[in-house]
């Protein structure tokens, strides 16, 4: 069996914990998140031939107040960058963040989600920066953990990228 | 002309009035309104208690339009928190006392009181031998049974292994005893381990080469030991020993000389970690207290005291058993006693059988054998005995021979021997033929010739002793003559008769007294009334057969007031002379 570890990184309350909790069922309390800044969950994919563990490393939304640790992100096959579609400041968070997780796990694959896609309407993330994302190499999907559109897409894109 | 001299001239040419008038056109607010705005700006007090009447309705409708988010604000007050302690932590302590001490308390009774109940549920379930050996122990030893339980349980144990990647957090391989069922995902476990690893180095680590290399959860203790690729974690119950870090830092090595490549070039396949796992088996230890081969002094005065005991109470009771044996043997070889049975209830010995009551009182032998008699309680029933002896008793007492008489028995003869008168040789030969075992009466040997020298008054004191020696027992408030009680009775009345017909002198007349003997154990008052009756109803039985009222007086006598004493429920008799004006 393979196993990696993939993390899940953006900024405060863009729905990282609710994507991750529409994937698995976890053990752990979510407190941890507000204790030590993580919280690890578990998820079994199978591609193929190929079963994989994927051990979800939700870290605590970076804000004002808690900058995210990129210790938690070394070693990580791969990540997630999530921007919240109705928050425009959460792109930046996302970029820098992405920045930090290419430093801490350079080998590390990347997949951006732009969530609340049940919001479309009220986004402030534009075409023109989604766009820029793509032409930037990013593979970007457009997620609702909310209605659960694309959301077991996004995971298995991210492991077939890691295995590959 | 400048401006500003144009200006002056205009503002000269307007009212005070007009002014006033243009002012409230334009902010709509009057002379008295602007002078209290001035007074609030001026005056800073003033305008902050304006202010606070104002600042919660705005927070609320805030709130309401949803401008401020309950998250954000709790981040700032966890921030305003977070400097106030850093600050001067002596505040927020003060702050908190009244919450907490009470909170600290019930926490605390709450941990002694599960703490006790689990103890109880240990000593409840723990009867095995050992476990009784070792609550002796603690009683004899004055220490707590929980102490000499640890004592005694294991030292420490290794109860799971962990091999974590370094890097990734990810778990290579995991070993565990057998008998955890409900082991936690590893999986998760280990990434958890390695995040909350990660996340004390970052936040407490002051040189790069500081690792945390134990947590202690409760009762456990989580050993890290780590290498450049892997780490090893070691879940580690009681008391570990500092060579158990030792044997972690070998186990560590070995492993990452045989797994070098797959550590370093490691992309999530733990194959390779799974197949080899005895470099973590090696890890699951445990040890258990050694039994010292000097056994404790006080096991020891024990095992002596239990044994001094058990050997006093076996002798104890042998001993009795022989005892009662012997005395058994004597009850059963005297003449006139048969016993038929006997029976230990209660630590008492019941013997049951039959006895002819010429044998006297047998409750002697009992205490000659050294019994007491709650101990020992003899329920025999009267008989008449055929034993040759007591039927020559028994002639005896009933024929009251003269001194110059002798008699003896020969198989179911009775033969008197010797000089007797008239008188005694017709009443014995009409009395004889009554006693049971007696057929025959052999008188030919007896000389006639001397009869006028016998005296009349030597007769009448044999038949008074003769009175004096019976005595009949009867159960609780009963007075009920049995057949063989009956013969007795008889025999005594005529002797009464014949003794209460004859006067030693004219100034003193023959009185019988009728003794009940009872006892003071007891209540004493409803004893003596018993024996009073007893005694009562006996003289009616007395006059029934014919005896004068006025020569039977009915007594109460206590038998610990007598020098030989009588059973008690029994009745007995002395003869008196007293004058007859008493009477």
Redesign the interface.
């Given at each position: 069996?393979?196993?990696?570890?993939i993390c899940m990184l953006g900024a405060?309350?863009v729905g990282k914990t609710s994507l991750v909790q529409r994937f698995v069922n976890s053990?752990?309390s979510g407190k941890?998140q507000t204790t030590?800044?993580?919280k690890?969950?578990?998820k079994m994919v199978s591609l193929g031939e190929t079963d994989?563990?994927l051990?979800l490393?939700d870290i605590h939304g970076e804000?004002?107040?808690q900058k995210v640790?990129a210790?938690?992100v070394?070693?990580?096959?791969g990540y997630f960058i999530v921007i919240d579609g109705t928050r425009s400041e959460t792109y930046q968070v996302g970029l820098e963040l992405e920045k930090l997780a290419k430093n801490a796990a350079p080998q590390a694959k990347c997949v951006i989600l732009i969530n609340k896609s049940d919001l479309i309407r009220d986004w402030e993330i534009t075409h023109g920066q989604i766009a820029k994302l793509i032409s930037d190499g990013f593979k970007v999907i457009q997620t609702s953990a909310k209605d659960n559109l694309a959301v077991e897409t996004a995971f298995t894109e991210l492991t077939r990228m890691m295995i590959k | 002309m400048t401006e500003k001299d144009h200006k002056s001239n205009l503002y000269s040419s307007i009212s005070l009035g007009q002014l006033t008038e243009l002012r409230k056109a334009i902010t709509g607010l009057d002379s008295e309104d602007l002078q209290r705005l001035s007074r609030l700006i001026q005056d800073p007090e003033l305008f902050s208690i304006e202010i606070s009447q104002l600042l919660p309705l705005s927070i609320k409708k805030m709130f309401e339009r949803g401008e401020v988010d309950e998250e954000q604000l709790r981040k700032f007050v966890e921030q305003v928190l977070h400097q106030s302690v850093k600050s001067d932590p002596g505040v927020m302590a003060t702050i908190l006392f009244p919450i907490m001490m009470p909170a600290i308390r019930k926490a605390v009774a709450e941990d002694i009181k599960r703490m006790v109940e689990s103890l109880n549920t240990s000593l409840d379930h723990g009867f095995s031998p050992k476990r009784i050996g070792w609550r002796m122990q603690a009683l004899f030893s004055g220490r707590k049974y929980a102490e000499i339980l640890l004592s005694n349980a294991y030292v420490f144990k290794v109860s799971q292994v962990f091999l974590i990647h370094r890097t990734t957090g990810l778990l290579l391989n995991q070993v565990q005893e057998t008998e955890i069922k409900d082991a936690r995902d590893a999986d998760l476990v280990s990434s958890m381990l390695s995040a909350i690893k990660d996340f004390v180095q970052d936040s407490f680590q002051r040189d790069a080469e500081e690792n945390l290399d134990s947590i202690k959860v409760g009762n456990f203790n989580i050993w890290i030991e780590q290498g450049p690729y892997a780490i090893i974690a070691a879940i580690v119950e009681g008391n570990v020993p500092g060579s158990l870090r030792l044997i972690l830092k070998e186990a560590i090595e070995a492993i990452h000389v045989n797994f070098s490549y797959e550590l370093e070039h490691f992309q999530g396949d733990t194959e390779p970690f799974v197949l080899k796992d005895r470099f973590l088996r090696a890890c699951l230890l445990n040890e258990k207290k050694e039994v010292k081969g000097k056994k404790p002094v006080i096991i020891l005065i024990l095992v002596a005291l239990l044994l001094g005991v058990l050997s006093f109470w076996t002798y104890t009771r042998v001993e009795t058993k022989l005892r009662f044996n012997r005395m058994l043997d004597e009850l059963d070889a005297t003449k006139g006693v048969a016993v038929t049975g006997t029976e230990k209830k209660d630590g008492v010995y019941s013997i049951t059988g039959l006895y002819d009551p010429l044998v006297g009182n047998l409750n002697n032998v009992v205490k000659l054998h050294g019994f007491d008699l709650h101990d020992v309680k003899l329920n025999l029933e009267p008989m008449i005995s055929l034993d040759y002896d007591l039927v020559l008793l028994r002639a005896r007492r009933v024929l009251m021979p003269p001194e110059t008489i002798d008699l003896s028995l020969k198989r179911d003869t009775l033969i008197a021997e010797g000089d007797a008168d008239n008188e005694w040789l017709k009443r014995a030969t009409s009395l004889v033929l009554h006693l049971p075992g007696i057929y025959f009466f052999d008188i030919t040997k007896v000389n006639e010739e001397k009869i006028q020298q016998t005296p009349a008054r030597q007769l009448v004191k044999k038949r008074i002793l003769a009175i004096e020696n019976y005595y009949f027992v009867f159960k609780i408030n009963e007075v009920k003559l049995d057949s063989l009680q009956k013969i007795d009775f008889d025999i005594l009345i005529n002797e009464a008769k014949s003794v209460l017909n004859f006067r030693f002198d004219q100034d003193s007349v023959p009185v019988i007294e009728v003794f009940s003997h009872t006892s003071r154990t007891g209540h004493i008052d409803a004893n003596k009334n018993a024996a009073r009756l007893r005694a009562e109803k006996f003289v009616d039985l007395m006059l029934h057969a014919g005896l004068p009222i006025e020569t039977l007086v009915p007594k109460v006598i206590f038998v610990e007031d007598e020098k030989v004493p009588f059973p008690v429920r029994s009745v007995s008799f002395k003869v008196k002379y007293v004058n007859p004006a008493a009477l």
């Open positions: 069996m393979i196993k990696k570890k405060f309350a053990i752990f941890y030590i800044g993580v690890i969950d578990q994989v563990n051990l490393w804000d004002d107040f640790k210790t938690y070394m070693g990580a096959s | -």
